[in-house]
């Protein structure tokens, strides 16, 4: 899965408890304008010119088809008018039929919410319904049916308070003069800072660590998660969910329910012809006599049910054996070319540790790299064939699936679909690689090129000496950001879709960590990209039927559905046992296409299993906070015209007490949380299916953290194993030997003990927090259950 994510997600708590996201409403700053029409929908922008209401042509709640019956409308109310009175009041007539067009349409008539009736005049200021009554009141014998409206009619003080709005910003006409209320009307909803606001639908819920979401591109726009466990799952166009998996191969999937476990079911994709061929690929992590292994298959649809694979049909495609648990990649992506990319992670443990310069920069192992490979018309001959313009094709000392190389442990990627109408950009590949120590990058992937790693970090060098060997040529990230900011990014897309069209050309992607939602802009002036951060929208920028302003905290992993829409993943609970996982829909409120312009016709789907219809759970929060975190600076953009790493202070909040992305709920501890003493190891796994070595975690005062080796010895690894269950301890570890745990605080060091212990807690140490150290000294053991007549060796397993 991502580099680091044991540790890291282990050092946000025990438990996982819930952390849905959101932001803080600015308590003393002026509402937000809350444009909405009478469907309950945001505004848009017409096709085409409107021909009567040509006040709300560039942006608004009609489209030339509704302009019309407006028209209509008029021109029968019209007939009805003696001429004095179609000279003084035609204007009027117009103004008052084509406030349904107004972008505050919904306010207008009263009509924010659905279960309320609307009213049939909008409403009017009082000067304003004054000046009509005076000179045009008889229209509305004609406008409206409510009879108590034409009751007051002769009495002018009852009859404009009725025709008044509670809130009388929104009146007509001084709305059209109300700057707050017009000021950037039509565009992306940000803050003071430039935090574009945004809001989600609730897809899909109770997932076990939902990793992936694709669709099938065949025309019947379903979609396809799956869990980290090994179970894929064929959702329908309506959200509803069929009973059967669509693939199960949670028996060969090797993970564990340990929180932030990187193993596991980790990627899937169709075939581009998967219409005719049936075929798909899957991304997993198995375990084959002790070795562990990222393993790459192929499946067939079953002949029998389009919403189940044939699971006799698997062939495996690709395997290559992982040196450590952790850096397992994961994605697979079918390319506009037609050929399988598969992102392989550069082996584990800390550093890339593995031969003179890691394994990432060494063309002749397939960790660490991006592999592009042909696997199509393999149903006889090799199972794949290398394409003939791979950029290492001809060279001796490199593997020729080798696409790109340099890479730490890219998880994420996507191909841009293009600009809609120019096709600009289509094509290109973004990944999101995951940092070591201090920053995290966003990359565009181009053939034959060096991502730096283990040279750079970022924009920043990490092995010094081979950062400055000029041979290294390496290609410098679009973007890097500080850990501060997130420690596990996770990769997203170009937005292409149709519904939301002013995010059109915007990368978003995410942080695993930290829960931010972040995006990156191209200046096509400069080449530079301009980041800026996502927040839930606040106030009622959210406030319509079925949208949702936050999130769970773990973002997993983002998706495209057939039509180009962009989602993603996460949980509250990062163990691929939890059921914790929800899929959420991007959606911008500031402006959404015409309508029908977006409507899809789903093929029809035979169905053989059980239906479970989707029941959505999470809500809108509206509760203002009362509480607001201490200020920090906020980072400066990071873009590829600087090598040097940026000097980025964490964020600042945002007014009235939100950070950026939307704030965390305080999190309670959990029912089962650990006690403080408690302890786990983490790292590369022992033999079999059970836990027997790895770093030492210890659980204290809150959150999870790493001991340092200074004094560790046989005593301390004693206390540990027997805290674990274990009759003995085998060995002392010592130096990270499985893997640093650097997204962890040091919490021990200079541990004694006398072996009788119940906890590291109660053995001798220099305090909490208390270290003179790194992470490279982070102490480990070896347990065993054994006899100590049955002793064996315990190194090369």
């Not at 007051?152 to 009388?168: G, Q």
């Not at 992102?343 to 310069?357: E, I, Q």
């Not at 906020?634 to 950070?659: H, I, K, L, Y």
């Not at 999190?667 to 650990?674: D, F, R």
Request: glycine fraction near 10%; aromatic fraction near 10%.
């Amino acid at each position: 899965m991502r580099a680091g994510a044991a540790a890291a997600a282990a050092a946000a708590g025990p438990g996982g408890a819930r952390a849905a996201l959101w932001l803080l409403l600015a308590v003393l700053a002026p509402a937000r304008p809350h444009p909405q029409c009478l469907d309950f929908k945001p505004p848009f922008r017409p096709p085409r010119p409107l021909a009567f209401c040509g006040r709300y042509a560039a942006f608004g709640c009609c489209d030339p088809q509704r302009d019309g019956a407006l028209l209509q409308r008029f021109y029968r109310l019209s007939a009805r008018l003696d001429g004095p009175t179609y000279a003084a009041c035609a204007g009027h007539l117009q103004d008052l039929l084509c406030q349904e067009c107004s972008p505050y349409a919904a306010h207008l008539y009263d009509a924010e919410d659905p279960s309320t009736p609307v009213r049939t005049i909008p409403g009017l200021c009082p000067d304003y319904c004054v000046q009509v009554w005076q000179k045009c009141r008889s229209i509305f014998r004609y406008l409206s049916t409510d009879k108590e409206l034409i009751a007051l009619e002769h009495n002018v003080a009852k009859f404009c308070r009725y025709l008044s709005l509670e809130d009388a910003d929104y009146c007509f006409p001084h709305l059209l003069a109300n700057e707050n209320l017009n000021q950037n009307l039509g565009f992306v909803t940000a803050d003071a800072e430039g935090c574009l606001q945004l809001c989600l639908v609730e897809v899909a819920n109770g997932l076990r660590n939902p990793v992936a979401m694709v669709h099938a591109n065949d025309g019947t726009h379903r979609f396809f998660v799956a869990e980290q466990v090994g179970l894929v799952w064929t959702y329908l166009p309506d959200r509803s969910r069929l009973e059967k998996p669509f693939l199960n191969v949670s028996e060969a999937v090797l993970t564990s329910p340990w929180e932030g476990d990187e193993r596991g079911f980790l990627g899937i994709v169709f075939h581009p012809k998967f219409k005719f061929n049936g075929k798909v690929y899957v991304y997993y992590s198995v375990e084959v006599r002790f070795e562990e292994r990222i393993r790459i298959s192929e499946f067939r649809i079953s002949p029998d049910d389009m919403n189940t694979l044939d699971h006799g049909s698997e062939r495996i495609i690709l395997e290559v054996e992982e040196p450590a648990s952790n850096h397992n990649g994961g994605e697979l992506l079918f390319g506009d070319d037609g050929y399988l990319y598969i992102f392989t992670g550069d082996g584990g443990m800390a550093g890339d540790p593995f031969g003179t310069f890691g394994n990432a920069q060494n063309k002749s192992t397939l960790l660490g790299k991006v592999l592009r490979i042909d696997v199509n018309n393999n149903d006889r001959g090799p199972l794949y064939r290398i394409p003939p313009d791979n950029p290492f094709i001809n060279d001796p000392k490199a593997r020729p699936e080798v696409y790109a190389y340099g890479v730490r442990n890219m998880w994420r990627c996507s191909f841009d679909r293009g600009e809609p109408h120019t096709k600009e950009g289509k094509g290109r590949l973004f990944c999101g690689d995951v940092g070591q120590n201090k920053y995290e990058e966003i990359d565009i992937v181009e053939k034959g090129k060096n991502y730096g790693w283990r040279a750079r970090e970022g924009f920043s060098c990490y092995d010094k000496k081979l950062c400055t060997n000029s041979s290294i040529d390496d290609v410098l990230p679009i973007y890097a950001y500080p850990h501060k900011m997130g420690k596990s990014v996770t990769g997203g897309y170009v937005y292409r879709g149709c519904e939301s069209p002013n995010l059109n050309g915007l990368y978003i992607f995410g942080d695993f960590m930290s829960g931010r939602l972040m995006s990156l802009k191209e200046d096509h002036a400069t080449g530079e990209w301009e980041y800026s951060e996502i927040c839930m929208g606040t106030g009622q920028t959210c406030m319509f039927p079925g949208l949702i302003n936050n999130y769970y905290q773990y973002i997993i992993s983002f998706a495209e559905d057939e039509a180009g829409e962009l989602y993603f993943m996460s949980t509250g609970i990062p163990s691929a046992t939890a059921p914790a996982g929800v899929i959420y829909k991007v959606v911008d409120t500031s402006r959404r296409a015409p309508p029908g312009k977006c409507r899809v016709e789903p093929l029809p789907v035979k169905v053989k299993s059980k239906l479970i219809k989707f029941v959505p759970k999470e809500k809108l929060i509206v509760k203002t906070p009362t509480t607001t975190p201490p200020p920090t600076e906020a980072p400066p953009p990071t873009t590829s015209r600087t090598r040097a790493p940026p000097a980025t202070p964490a964020p600042r909040p945002r007014p009235g007490g939100g950070a950026r992305r939307g704030r965390r709920r305080k999190k309670k501890k959990p029912a089962g949380s650990p006690r403080d003493g408690a302890v786990r190891l983490a790292g590369e796994r022992g033999r079999g299916r059970e836990r027997d070595r790895g770093r030492v975690e210890v659980f204290a005062d809150g959150e999870w953290g790493t001991v340092c080796d200074d004094g560790w010895g046989a005593a301390a690894a004693a206390v540990v194993c027997r805290q674990l269950g274990f009759t003995r301890a085998a060995r002392a570890s010592k130096k990270a030997e499985f893997g640093a745990g650097s997204r962890l605080p040091i919490l021990l060091d200079d541990v004694r003990c006398s072996g009788r212990e119940r906890g590291l807690l109660e053995c001798a140490h220099a305090g909490l927090r208390t270290h003179d150290c790194s992470h490279e000294e982070d102490a480990g053991v070896v347990c065993s259950r054994r006899g100590e007549d049955d002793e064996e060796e315990e190194e090369g397993w």
